[in-house]
């Protein structure tokens, strides 16, 4: 049975071409979708079609293109990507933080998309996101630090069906998210292979 409650929202383009990026959210929040399984389907579904204005997709679009906010199409931008929400629990505040043991009952689902979306890179937005993730799976718990960008940025393995996903952490998208200072870091972190 599986253990995904919020399913990932997967491009029209994912898979087609590498790296298949796999960006990690940490959480929803507020009032639960009728249907639970398209809480991420629906957002990024919505800000795509610009009935909502996202700022962490929007981010994260910028963060990939390089492109100003004003230059981004939101209905193609993220084409190539999956997204989803690592805490398969609801929070009811966007300021309230998931327990350690949310993070750890949510593990088996991320093990789950790893198995489905099979990634090549993953990308975790935030050092909350990133120190409730399970352990790396090549060389115990520890990454190995690389400077990418002008960046320190730990680097992880995580074991997928072709092998395995390169991770890191990079700040949450968040209104004080710079996506021109981390995209040269991104775009070499991308550009390594696991």
Request: charged fraction near 20%; glycine fraction near 8%; avoid cysteine.
């Amino acid at each position: 049975m599986s253990q995904i409650v919020f399913m990932p929202w997967v491009g029209t383009s994912y898979g087609r071409t590498e790296p298949r990026l796999l960006i990690l959210g940490e959480s929803h929040y507020g009032e639960p979708h009728p249907e639970p399984a398209q809480s991420t389907i629906s957002v990024v579904e919505k800000w795509r079609e610009g009935e909502w204005k996202v700022r962490y997709l929007l981010a994260a679009a910028r963060l990939l293109s390089g492109l100003p906010r004003w230059e981004v199409a939101p209905e193609t931008a993220l084409a190539n990507i999956a997204f989803y929400n690592f805490v398969q629990f609801m929070m009811p505040w966007h300021d309230t933080r998931p327990t350690p043991q949310q993070f750890v009952a949510s593990t088996e689902a991320f093990r789950e998309v790893l198995a489905e979306l099979d990634p090549t890179h993953i990308l975790a937005t935030g050092k909350t996101l990133w120190s409730g993730m399970p352990h790396f799976d090549v060389e115990g718990a520890t990454g190995q630090f690389l400077m990418l960008g002008g960046e320190t940025m730990e680097v992880g393995r995580y074991r997928t069906p072709s092998g395995y996903a390169l991770a890191t952490l990079i700040p949450h998208l968040s209104r004080f998210f710079s996506p021109p200072r981390w995209h040269e870091p991104v775009r070499q972190f991308l550009a390594l292979k696991g």
